[in-house]
T-cell receptor
Framework: AQSVTQPDIHITVSEGASLELRCNYSYGATPYLFWYVQSPGQGLQLLLKYFSGDTLVQGIKGFEAEFKRSQSSFNLRKPSVHWSDAAEYFCAVGAGGSYIPTFGRGTSLIVHP | DTEVTQTPKHLVMGMTNKKSLKCEQH?????MYWYKQKAKKPPELMFVYSYEKLSINESVPSRFSPECPNSSLLNLHLHALQPEDSALYLC????????????????FGAGSRLTVL
């Protein structure tokens, strides 16, 4: 079965600084990979996804992620963080028979002015 | 229309009540999902409907009863819940389930916040 690890529970950055959120997965082949964002009390919004092809994926809100097979990672990046980016970020992996995404525990992003 | 609509947004119920959560999508998606999310935790899959048939039940207690009346609607019937069932219940939909790319891209609703007293 697939699994996904987000090593950082909290990340604090200053507004305008760059951001990288880490995600590692465990699966024998290349899974489908997703990043979702959740604002307090809200549902999850898809930021970006990777199925195959170009390993650098562009998403909404200025986010990008890079798939690295050798490191089993799919890290999320943003060059300049805005205060409105403060939220919970979930990495998810879809693999196996149904490919239904399994979510990591989430990383809480705190943005200081 | 690219939304999943959930009602009610908030629900408070006693342990002997019967209530229902509702979910609707008009994106032509053929898979619909219920997730449960506790505070500061990731969503946990409860049920999956594929083409209006229950395809996955993640060993959820029988006090939760899902229903998919048609391809656009998904209900979650609640009966005799416990306080530990208090959580955010998220509905999601996707084009389908399975291994082709794009099938399992989930679109989530805003959730129904359930409090069991």
């Amino acid at each position: 079965a697939q699994s996904v690890t987000q090593p950082d529970i909290h990340i604090t950055v200053s507004e305008g600084a760059s951001l990288e959120l880490r995600c590692n997965y465990s699966y024998g082949a290349t899974p489908y990979l997703f990043w979702y964002v959740q604002s307090p009390g809200q549902g999850l919004q898809l930021l970006l996804k990777y199925f195959s092809g170009d390993t650098l994926v562009q998403g909404i809100k200025g986010f990008e992620a890079e798939f690295k097979r050798s490191q089993s990672s799919f890290n999320l990046r943003k060059p300049s963080v805005h205060w409105s980016d403060a939220a919970e970020y979930f990495c998810a992996v879809g693999a196996g028979g149904s490919y239904i995404p399994t979510f990591g525990r989430g990383t809480s992003l705190i943005v200081h002015p | 229309d690219t939304e999943v609509t959930q009602t009610p947004k908030h629900l408070v119920m006693g342990m002997t009540n019967k209530k229902s959560l509702k979910c609707e999508q008009h994106m032509g998606h053929r898979a619909m999902y219920w997730y449960k999310q506790k505070a500061k935790k990731p969503p946990e899959l409860m049920f999956v409907y594929s083409y209006e048939k229950l395809s996955i039940n993640e060993s959820v207690p029988s006090r939760f009863s899902p229903e998919c009346p048609n391809s656009s609607l998904l209900n979650l019937h609640l009966h005799a819940l416990q306080p530990e069932d208090s959580a955010l219940y998220l509905c999601a939909s996707s084009p389908a389930t399975g291994g082709y790319s794009g099938a399992n891209v989930l679109t989530f609703g805003a959730g129904s916040r359930l409090t069991v007293l």
